[in-house]
């Protein structure tokens, strides 16, 4: 995770002239430094994958069966593998445990034949759902980088696509004020980032069991996963967030799905990362939201108390520790044109964003 060369080298990006105004404040100055992904070289489009079985269980022999065909895609040394790669968990809302494979890739090109060629994709895209007893889902977001933002609490760590060769950690300060999110975004200088339609739940009843179904996300949707990190955490700070932000953190999400509907939340999972050979948790989690646009999402953040209880305290202990700061936060951003990459085989009807998915289609065998 760790990467000590925060260079300061130019690097390459894409930047557009500014019609629309920034949001930071005149004469802003960040209450703590922060980090953020750069490319060292051009890139046309930034792929995100989510792979994953759904299952009893990490015991379940679909789970045992799926870890193994990841193992196998790694082992094999592939030229089109993922540049960076993470195997997590969740139980999601209906108490299915999901084991996902998480991968990155800059070339596109690479990603399509991983897809088409990889012993775990090719698996997934042969199942019969009639005929089996889980679960799998396959979930491609896939976007131009000037629909990318990120930020890390940490000089010398990376997470997340920030992992991937020709990605470099640098200093920023754009952060520390709301809409700071947005301004990151290459994009949002000549593009408003809206979506074109309200935050509807689906009202007719899904039929997903035995069924492969893809579901289509509205224009503009934002997924965000935002990460924490404290497997390296000094003995203060471990405790201070098994017992102060953890809670906090929770309470934030737990609102969120409590109210997808006036949130516009259309997916929120609560991921655990494995160590990739033993399966063992690992101190380290990430949550993995759809929201409808990034303007509900922006208005969570700036106006509702159990994220300011989340920043202010992380603002606080940063304040403390400075440099010795051992517990890491991050997070990826993407604004997602329209798209249809979501596919999901014999998954029960609450699964990813099948129940607000704009469109969702039955695919024949």
Not at 47 to 76: E, I, K, N, P
Not at 88 to 102: E, K, P, Q, R, W
Not at 112 to 125: E, H, N
């Amino acid at each position: 995770m760790t990467d000590e060369s925060c260079s300061t080298n130019p690097a390459w990006m894409v930047s557009y002239p500014r019609v629309i105004p920034e949001r930071r404040p005149a004469g802003h100055v960040p209450r703590a430094p922060r980090w953020m992904a750069s490319f060292d070289e051009p890139v046309s489009l930034m792929t995100s994958d989510y792979l994953a079985v759904q299952t009893t269980d990490v015991g379940s022999s679909a789970a045992r069966r799926f870890a193994d065909l990841v193992r196998r895609t790694h082992d094999a040394g592939r030229a089109d593998a993922p540049e960076a790669w993470e195997i997590v968990s969740f139980t999601d809302a209906a108490g299915a445990f999901n084991l996902v494979h998480i991968g990155y890739w800059r070339d596109p090109n690479k990603h399509a034949t991983w897809v088409l060629q990889a012993p775990a994709s090719s698996w997934f895209a042969e199942l019969d759902a009639g005929a089996i007893d889980f679960g799998c889902w396959h979930e491609v977001i896939q976007v131009p980088v000037d629909r990318v933002e990120t930020i890390v609490s940490k000089a010398g760590w990376s997470f997340g696509l920030a992992r991937c060769p020709g990605v470099t950690m640098r200093l920023m300060t754009t952060n520390g004020y709301f809409g700071a999110a947005r301004d990151r975004f290459p994009l949002s200088a000549i593009d408003p980032l809206e979506a074109p339609a309200p935050h509807r739940r689906r009202t007719a009843p899904i039929r997903s069991a035995g069924r492969r179904l893809r579901a289509e996300c509205g224009h503009n949707t934002a997924i965000i996963r935002s990460g924490q990190h404290w497997e390296s955490a000094a003995p203060d700070q471990f405790e201070d967030y098994e017992q102060n932000l953890r809670p906090k953190l929770m309470a934030g999400m737990e609102h969120l799905l409590a109210e997808p509907e006036k949130e516009g939340v259309a997916s929120l999972r609560i991921m655990t990362n494995h160590d990739p050979e033993s399966l063992h948790p690992r101190r380290q989690t990430s949550v993995l939201a759809h929201f409808n646009s990034l303007e509900p999402l922006e208005t969570w953040a700036e106006s509702h108390a159990t994220h300011a209880a989340i920043y202010e305290h992380a603002i606080r202990k940063q304040r403390e520790y400075g440099e010795e700061r051992s517990v890491v936060t991050w997070h990826e951003v993407f604004i997602v044109p329209r798209n249809s990459g979501f596919e999901y085989v014999n998954c029960h009807d609450r699964t990813g964003i099948m129940p607000f998915a704009t469109t969702l289609l039955a695919i024949e065998p």
